[in-house]
């Protein structure tokens, strides 16, 4: 036997093995997320979106600032690959011309009255009166105003839009019943505390105001304050040096000490103090 005869086994067998490890690494490689996986995001139906929103604590969708640097949760990156729903697909975009506003939600790529000048969230989706409902949180821009909300409802193919609505500060709670959302942000004082609200309802596709805090509510948190009081949060502030209170931008102005202020009741005490206060907020 030649000994070409003897190596034709051990040349098979090279072979044959050759072949079964290339056979694995390209199983390994498709399996491991190679070039011959598709990673493309899909479209989302709203059925789907609706569970996901409900295994969404509130934590999570409450921000203090529509403008924070926030990690996209799957919903906000929902929104942008496109949610499908009666009328459409959904979807957010982003003016690429630089020009306000710079941000949007769309239906079937046609857009909305939807817009924003920082990028829109969507803060939740709801199923009312078998309309599908989107509470958006939208941005205008305004320094003084950190976030407002419109809403996207769908019934069966028309879809309707609401004007803004909110006090500029994330929502504290958002009722949901058969065929309505109550939406409650605090009232835009920061000084008054969060204890009073705005209260918004929709339904039908419309939003109004429902309750807004009172003068007398107003004057009530700080009926049992005095003059002197006042002056001594101004000064532990920094905000009240030397007989004087400040006006600056630090201060924002004296507008806490002020609220405060015209809260008191006709009863306080005109001593030197009020008579400080008088001055300033005349």
Do not use: W
Request: aromatic share 8%; proline share 3%.
């Amino acid at each position: 036997m030649s000994k070409l005869t003897k190596l034709i086994p051990i040349i098979i067998l090279v072979v044959v093995l050759g072949g079964i490890g290339v056979y694995y690494f390209a199983s390994d490689k498709t399996s491991a997320g190679g070039d011959n996986v598709d990673n493309t995001p899909v479209v989302t139906d709203y059925d789907d979106l609706l569970s996901q929103v409900m295994e969404r604590k509130e934590s999570d969708i409450e921000s203090t600032n529509i403008t924070s640097q926030e990690s996209k949760t799957s919903i906000e990156t929902v929104l942008q690959v496109g949610i499908r729903t009666s009328a459409g697909i959904v979807q957010s975009y982003a003016n690429n011309s630089q020009t306000l506003p710079l941000y949007g939600v769309k239906v079937d790529n046609i857009n909305t009255a939807i817009t924003s000048v920082v990028p829109i969230k969507l803060v939740k989706a709801y199923l009312l009166g078998g309309d599908q409902v989107l509470l958006f949180a939208v941005g205008s821009g305004d320094n003084n105003c950190d976030v407002q909300y419109r809403i996207l409802s769908i019934h069966e193919t028309k879809y309707r839009t609401t004007q803004a609505f909110g006090s500029c500060l994330p929502f504290t709670s958002v009722i949901e019943s058969d065929d309505a959302l109550q939406v409650s942000t605090p009232q835009n004082n920061p000084y008054l505390g969060d204890g009073i609200l705005y209260t918004y309802l929709y339904k039908n596709g419309i939003v109004k105001l429902l309750s807004k805090p009172s003068k007398n509510q107003i004057k009530k948190t700080f009926s049992s304050y005095t003059a002197a009081k006042i002056i001594n949060l101004a000064k532990t502030d920094g905000c009240y040096q030397d007989g004087v209170m400040l006006d600056s931008v630090s201060c924002n102005g004296g507008k806490r000490y002020c609220s405060m202020f015209k809260s008191l009741g006709s009863n306080a005490k005109r001593d030197s103090n009020y008579m400080i206060l008088k001055d300033f907020c005349s």
